[in-house]
């Protein structure tokens, strides 16, 4: 049971760059979520999708993209990088039982835009 | 104002003393909470987990919920370097998708 993984662990990108950040869970999870981390500003939801065909914004969705592609993999697409987006990118899922309301999360996707 | 309140930190305490990290809320309907621990350069993993008001204890980890006050409070006993960590709250709705999070806390236990 790998849990939530992320790929790539690391990335760096020139500005104005596209690349997608994956995401997969082996849990049979029904919600996943992207969140970014900076220092200081705890953890933002940039969007999630609550069940498979599903997807919403979040917090600060401006410059990204999501697809849910299945049940089990969830992946975040950014267009056109900025270096406002360099942070760091962590995936998670929760199970869809009444009154649980853990998230699990990735390891992490270190990205920085030059 | 930030719906949920954590003071950034850092914290910097002795081995074996007992630490208590604190979080304050403006919603008064939240009803599930939680505190995260986050090694450095790790994704975030669940420490405690309690719905609604009182204490959970867990070996060395004690939860509390006062929600008469919005605060909601993590006590380490006999604290260990390993230990080290940032500690986020976390607290949700009956029946949202979404966790709202504070900023976490760094903690560090010097030996």
């Known amino acids: 049971n790998a849990g939530v993984t992320q790929t790539p662990k690391f990335q760096v990108l020139k500005t104005g760059q596209s690349m997608t950040l994956q995401c997969a869970q082996d849990?049979?999870?029904?919600?996943m979520y992207w969140y970014r981390q900076d220092p200081g500003m705890g953890l933002r939801l940039i969007y999630y999708?609550?069940?498979?065909?599903?997807?919403d914004k979040g917090e600060v969705p401006n410059g990204y993209n999501v697809s849910r592609l299945n049940k089990r993999e969830f992946s975040l697409r950014l267009e056109s990088a900025a270096p406002s987006q360099t942070s760091v990118y962590f995936c998670?899922?929760?199970?869809?039982?009444?009154?649980?309301?853990?998230?699990?999360f990735g390891p992490g996707t270190r990205l920085t835009v030059t | 104002q930030k719906e949920v309140e954590q003071d950034p930190g850092p914290l910097s305490v002795p081995e074996g003393a007992i630490v208590s990290l604190n979080c304050t809320y403006s919603?008064?309907?939240?009803?599930?909470f939680m505190w995260y621990r986050q090694y450095s350069r790790k994704g975030p993993e669940l420490l405690m987990y309690?719905?609604?008001?009182g204490n959970k204890e867990d070996g060395r980890f004690t939860a509390q919920v006062d929600k008469s006050s919005k605060y909601i409070s993590l006590f380490i006993r006999d604290s260990q370097p390993s230990d080290s960590a940032t500690y986020l709250c976390?607290?949700?709705?009956?029946?949202?998708?979404?966790?709202?999070f504070g900023q976490g806390t760094r903690l560090t236990i010097n030996p």
């Open positions: 998670a899922s929760r199970p869809s039982q009444a009154g649980n309301y853990e998230q699990y």
């Open positions: 849990m049979n999870h029904n919600s």
């Open positions: 999708s609550a069940s498979e065909g599903t997807t």
């Open positions: 919603n008064s309907a939240f009803q599930y």
């Open positions: 309690t719905y609604s008001s």
């Open positions: 976390a607290m949700s709705l009956q029946g949202a998708q979404k966790l709202v």
